[in-house]
């Protein structure tokens, strides 16, 4: 049985610019430590090897700190760690990747056409590819087919499953089914895949391992997969040192501030949120962003709250009106009154809402 570590989209030493400067420079410092945890689950785990699928950087220039660390702990695995470059980090003449000694059980994938390493005491041959610049327009699996009998074919790239057009190494189905490959560690997508098959081919990316803003909220991490007899398993492991939420909350006939401290009362000082506020508000009910929004500081490591909530209107005040409006509402109050349980109720006040939204031409409630 072949164990290994499936990585991608770290993006080290990206910007962070939506926090304070501060902040940024320690989520950078997270990413680095980052590192140290995904080492110590590929130890833990007894992993043969492991795969990174590109982005391991967010850019070319990389901070000496980062290149320490990222060699340090690559060094401490005594296993082989297989690079394939991505889009953000691709392997031209400056990157790291060629300017950057490093140490001798990783391998660095470093042209656009598939690659091989074979590992013949683990019976596992590797395939990989490396972006030589920001676009690549082309399948890297076009036309290519593992011949290694006997062996555990593995492959190691970075780009998008499953279309045949785009910028970022665009892979149709028919290519991975064609491959030959046991399994295909991909990377590019920020959201982890689970595990899919095309063909005879086991294929799966796990998403970025540390979230960077709220399009990547959730959990983030690795997987950790084994191979045996061509079947293929894979465990996601959280490894995210805190996680982005997008949350909405209906202040519906309530103080804004005392739903806000209700919602917020087991909230991880960890995590990075953003809370839409939604709802119906009256017209004389005052909504402090700046206020909310220092409350939940209070409660989050960073915290943003936006307002979304729409004014309270009375439903029938046009009701006795000779229009199209008074006779819809007269019929929907015959509705409301014929109904007979509060979910019937509540659907009737729902719909009245949003039709009288569509005849106004105001937005429609949330």
């Known amino acids: 049985m072949l164990t290994f570590l499936h990585a991608a989209d770290l993006h080290l ?53 980062t290149m320490e660390q990222l060699y340090d702990c690559f060094e401490s695995l005594d296993i082989p760690v297989f690079l394939a470059p991505g889009n953000h980090d691709p392997c031209l003449a400056t990157s790291p990747y060629r300017t950057r000694p490093w140490p001798d059980n990783v391998h660095i994938f470093t042209q656009d056409s598939p690659q091989r390493m074979a590992l013949p005491e683990l019976g596992v041959v590797v395939y990989g590819a490396a972006f030589r610049n920001e ?40 290519d991975i089914a064609a491959s030959g490959l046991d399994y295909l560690a991909l990377g590019h997508n920020h959201t982890a895949s689970g595990l899919k098959r095309v063909g005879r081919t086991f294929y799966a990316w796990p998403g970025c391992a540390e979230g960077r803003g709220f399009h990547e909220c959730g959990e983030k991490g690795v ?31 309530q103080d804004p501030q005392a739903a806000l401290e209700d919602a917020i009362q087991q909230a991880d000082a960890r995590d990075l949120a953003r809370i839409l506020l939604v709802g119906r508000r009256e017209p004389r009910q005052r909504i402090d962003i700046k206020a909310l929004t220092a409350l939940a500081r ?69």
């Not at 007899?229 to 997008?246: I, K, M, Q, W």
């Not at 004014?311 to 009106?321: C, G, M, N, T, Y």
């Open 135 to 174: 676009h690549r327009g082309t399948s890297p699996l076009a036309e290519f087919r593992a011949q290694d009998q006997g062996l555990i074919k593995l492959g190691c790239f970075h780009g998008e499953a499953g279309t045949s057009q785009g910028h970022y190494a665009p892979i149709p189905y028919e």
């Open 223 to 253: 997987y950790l997969g084994q191979l045996e007899d061509g079947r293929v398993s894979l465990d996601f492991v959280p490894l995210a040192s805190r996680r982005y939420l997008s949350l909405k909350l209906d202040i519906s006939g």
């Open 298 to 366: 209070g409660y989050f490591y960073s915290a943003k709250v936006l307002d979304a909530t729409v004014l309270a209107q009375d439903l029938w005040a046009r009701s006795k009106e000779d229009s199209l409006i008074g006779f819809f509402l007269r019929d929907m109050q015959d509705r409301l009154e014929g109904a007979k349980t509060p979910q019937e109720r509540k659907l009737v006040e729902s719909a009245v809402r949003m039709a009288l939204s569509a005849f106004e031409g105001r937005e429609e409630p949330l």
């Open 13 to 65: 030493d990206a910007p962070f610019l939506a926090l304070s400067p501060e902040q940024a420079v320690e989520r950078r410092a997270e990413q680095r430590q980052l590192l140290r945890r995904l080492t110590e689950t590929a130890r833990q785990a007894e992993a043969d090897l492991v795969l990174l699928s590109g982005d391991l950087f967010d850019r070319q220039r990389l901070r000496p700190e």
